[in-house]
């Protein structure tokens, strides 16, 4: 009975804070950029927020605040600091003020859309309409995969952001992911791409992982766009994903005029997101990078070859289960090990699913003697500390479900 209270309280909630966020566009009118796809949104919403902050008045997605609940709490306001049994009062308390009153309200809003399960995407456009919609990867297993017939569904399901788009509005496209490249006849908007390939409108090229005296020190590259090109330098970020991210941001930049030198000015205070692979300073002189938060088959394979770009002299993955992929798990975690065979000298798993993981890294070569497999994070995590030596780096990467977090705090210098 309690329960179905609570399901009562939560349905009764959601329709009052979505009615408050959709009045709140009526009445201030924002311009809304929608990010989306399997992996790299809130990268992407960050480096986006850090091209526009400084010229414009904005508010981004918290965190990850992308669903039913989360994106019309952005549109209602910062209630990050809010917290407490009177927190839905305050929210709702503010919104109607707000509404009565016209008080300052952001030019654009950053939001991200979710598509866990099939009509994620239209619920949340019909909160809030875009003007600008950018998809960064689908990848041939996505994400949540598990709620979908195929990637070709899931592609489907982001794209209904692009058909709403106006005619004078723009699509921002990941021309890397033929997925999200093939959204483009979807769309009557303006289409602007980007990504390594020499297709794209806005081109990433030289890249590399700067390490400086032993230490990794983040990324560089060249922006391609229209003849010219700018030196892009980020301090504290580090693998591809990232550069697509500020790619992606830069086409948004240009969107609002800005041309490659002040792109490239506000990238420099660009930060990427916590425990989405940063990498920071762990016990005995090691490195961990840091990519904890969740994992899909495309963000483990990034995170796999950030490594391997990076030379160190021992390196040491501690794997979780990729959650939400439904049909296609075994086959996952079986890529998963075939790709860490030549990058890791040890191979820690954590959770039933990644066993799949070592026994085809196993199989492919990679010593037995040098695998570890746990249940849970809680139990792999004394024993991750045990065996890390001056100078190893770490990878932990796996769905948040698995909690590898957990091993992070265990190892990482506080």
Not at 55 to 65: L, P
Not at 93 to 102: A, H, T, V
Not at 371 to 391: M, T, W
Not at 393 to 412: N, P, T, W, Y
């Amino acid at each position: 009975m309690c329960g179905m209270n609570k399901d009562r309280l939560k349905t009764k909630l959601e329709k009052i804070i979505r009615g408050l966020a959709i009045l709140t566009i009526k009445r201030y009118q924002p311009g809304i950029i929608a990010v989306t796809g399997s992996v790299g949104k809130t990268s992407t919403k960050e480096a986006i927020y850090s091209v526009l902050k400084d010229s414009r008045f904005v508010r981004a997605t918290h965190g990850n605040f992308n669903n039913e609940f989360g994106l019309p709490l952005t549109i209602l306001g910062d209630y990050t600091k809010i917290v407490g049994k009177m927190f839905w009062v305050k929210v709702i308390f503010k919104s109607i003020f707000r509404l009565i009153f016209k008080l300052k309200y952001p030019e654009i809003l950053i939001l991200e859309y979710a598509a866990d399960k099939p009509g994620d995407i239209k619920n949340l456009l019909s909160i809030a309409m875009p003007r600008i919609g950018v998809i960064t990867s689908i990848g041939e297993i996505p994400s949540h995969i598990e709620f979908y017939s195929g990637p070709e569904a899931v592609s489907r399901e982001k794209a209904k952001i692009l058909e709403v788009l106006p005619s004078m509005g723009v699509a921002v496209l990941n021309a890397d992911d033929k997925y999200v490249l093939e959204m483009k006849t979807r769309t009557k908007a303006h289409v602007m791409t980007y990504g390594f390939g020499s297709e794209s409108e806005i081109q990433i090229t030289n890249f590399e992982n700067r390490i400086e005296k032993g230490k990794p020190a983040g990324i560089s590259f060249k922006l391609n766009y229209g003849g010219s090109f700018a030196p892009i330098r980020i301090v504290g970020c580090f693998g591809k994903s990232q550069a697509y991210a500020v790619a992606a941001a830069s086409a948004i930049g240009f969107v609002f005029g800005m041309n490659l030198v002040k792109i490239s000015e506000a990238l420099r205070y660009y930060k990427m997101p916590s425990q989405r692979g940063e990498i920071i300073p762990g016990i005995k002189k090691s490195f961990i990078i840091d990519d904890s938060y969740n994992a899909s088959p495309a963000s483990m394979k990034a995170a796999i070859e950030l490594a391997d770009s990076m030379k160190f002299k021992r390196k040491i993955a501690v794997l979780g289960d990729m959650l939400e992929i439904g049909k296609h798990t075994i086959e996952a975690h079986e890529n998963i090990g075939k790709l860490i065979v030549n990058v890791f000298d040890i191979l820690i798993t954590v959770g039933p699913r990644s066993k799949f993981i070592a026994e085809t890294a196993s199989k492919k070569g990679f010593p037995v003697k040098n695998i570890l497999n746990f249940e849970f994070a809680d139990d792999a995590k004394l024993k991750v500390q045990e065996i890390i030596k001056k100078g190893d780096l770490i990878l932990i990467k796996g769905s948040r479900a698995l909690e590898l977090e957990k091993v992070v705090e265990e190892i990482k210098i506080v």
